[in-house]
């Protein structure tokens, strides 16, 4: 879980997700986006305020087991590399 209450995509949400660390993060810009690609056993949402019930529910859910790690290849350097070429090409 990172520090941030105020926030509209995270660098740091793709680091803990690399290094297979589920993620509580506010219900903000593309963070809803980001778990529907992640999926909601890695990404967990949730509205301001963090209250102790909230965070002590996501303490207990993030210690859940997961079997495989998360699927971050749609945000592989590559793949987005390629899309901005073709967004770009198509503008030309």
Not at 14 to 21: G, I, N, P, Q
Request: no cysteine; glycine share 6%; aromatic share 8%.
């Amino acid at each position: 879980m990172a520090p941030y209450l105020d926030i509209l995509n995270s660098g740091t949400a793709f680091m803990s997700l690399t290094h297979r660390r589920p993620i509580l993060v506010p219900d903000r810009g593309a963070m809803k986006e980001l778990r529907s690609q992640i999926g909601p056993s890695w990404v967990r949402l949730f509205d301001a305020p963090l209250t102790p019930l909230v965070l002590g529910d996501a303490l207990h859910w993030a210690a859940e087991p997961r079997p495989t790690p998360p699927d971050l290849s749609p945000f592989a350097p590559e793949r987005i590399t390629a899309a901005y070429a073709r967004t770009f090409d198509g503008l030309i």
